[in-house]
């Protein structure tokens, strides 16, 4: 297999800081399960036997709180059915987009102390994952 991430490079996070913090913008999720979570030794949910998808899931709880305190929102999700452009051994189990109404509500979230906690599910039940940040655009007729 390829490269796999679940935290972004230092690099790509001081990009992501250098765009403009006062627009909204779309933060395409992709997400590929691990089959069985791994929490670090001493975690709560350690040898619990979840799922990647069940750890995701917990992370979904504990962090919507915060998400939608910040402002956030989903406005896609969808599940992988196949890739027809890219590597062909390149999967997703599910994918979303989340909105915000700027940068500075993500920075917001994820500074948040009880995030903190909560992405630690995340990190235990992700094998890989992209995080890819749009500019809104219209929607409209036509791919231009």
Same mark, same amino acid.
């Given at each position: 297999?390829?490269?796999?991430?679940?935290?972004?490079?230092?690099a790509n996070f001081a990009a992501f800081k250098a765009l403009p913090r006062d627009e909204p913008i779309h933060m395409l999720n992709l997400l590929?399960?691990?089959?069985?979570?791994? &929490?670090? /030794?001493?975690?709560?949910?350690? #040898?619990?036997?979840? *799922?990647?998808?069940?750890? &995701?899931? /917990?992370y979904g709880k504990t962090s #919507?709180?915060?998400? *939608?305190?910040?402002?956030?929102?989903?406005?896609?999700?969808?599940a992988?059915?196949?890739?027809?452009?890219?590597?062909?051994?390149m999967r997703w189990d599910d994918g979303f987009v989340a909105q915000y109404p700027n940068s500075g509500a993500f920075f917001e979230m994820?500074?948040?102390?009880?995030?903190q906690l909560a992405?630690?599910?995340?990190?235990?039940?992700?094998?890989?994952?992209?995080l890819v940040r749009f500019k809104p655009g219209e929607a409209g007729e036509g791919f231009g």
């Open positions: 297999m390829t490269d796999v991430f679940i935290d972004p490079s230092p590929r399960y691990r089959e069985l979570a791994e &929490y670090p /030794e001493g975690h709560q949910h350690h #040898g619990n036997g979840w *799922s990647g998808r069940r750890a &995701y899931q /917990e #919507g709180p915060i998400f *939608s305190r910040v402002g956030g929102s989903i406005v896609w999700r969808g992988f059915q196949t890739m027809v452009t890219g590597q062909d051994d994820i500074k948040d102390p009880d995030y992405v630690m599910n995340r990190t235990a039940a992700l094998v890989d994952s992209r």
